[in-house]
Nanobody, 124 residues
Framework: QVELVESGGGLVQAGGSLRLSCAAS????????VGWFRQAPGKEREFVAG????????YYADSVKGRFTISRNNAGNMVYLQMNSLKPEDTAVYYC?????????????????WGQGTQVTVSS
């Protein structure tokens, strides 16, 4: 069982940047797809970005495409989410999770080993 811990959240002004990290312990990320999700108060958890084990395939929600970049360092068991041009509507708790590699998964039900989340707040 892989265990995930997110970090890097905080308070930032609109237009600013943050980089979130997702660290794996226990079993590694090996052979897993990793996804980032977010959940704002009163809303369902939504897909943000995903990356295949090889790192060669990435995909994004339309709402963040061109502003967010997902990457991974498999040797270090880390996955990152670089968030630029942040908007107030990006405010949420951000989570990472793992899924079956090789598939462009977007549904939260297809992911597991959720971390505890990290809060991102974007002020206007």
């Amino acid at each position: 069982q892989v265990e995930l811990v997110e970090s890097g959240g905080g308070l930032v002004q609109a237009g600013g940047s943050l980089r979130l990290s997702c660290a794996a312990s226990g079993r590694t990320f090996r052979d897993y797809l990793v996804g980032w999700f977010r959940q704002a108060p009163g809303k369902e958890r939504e897909f943000v970005a995903g990356i295949f084990w090889s790192g060669s395939n990435t995909y994004y929600a339309d709402s963040v495409k061109g502003r967010f970049t997902i990457s991974r360092n498999n040797a270090g068991n880390m996955v990152y989410l670089q968030m630029n041009s942040l908007k107030p509507e990006d405010t949420a708790v951000y989570y990472c999770a793992v899924g079956r590699d090789g598939y462009y998964l977007r549904a939260a039900a297809d992911f597991g080993s959720w971390g505890q989340g990290t809060q991102v707040t974007v002020s206007s």
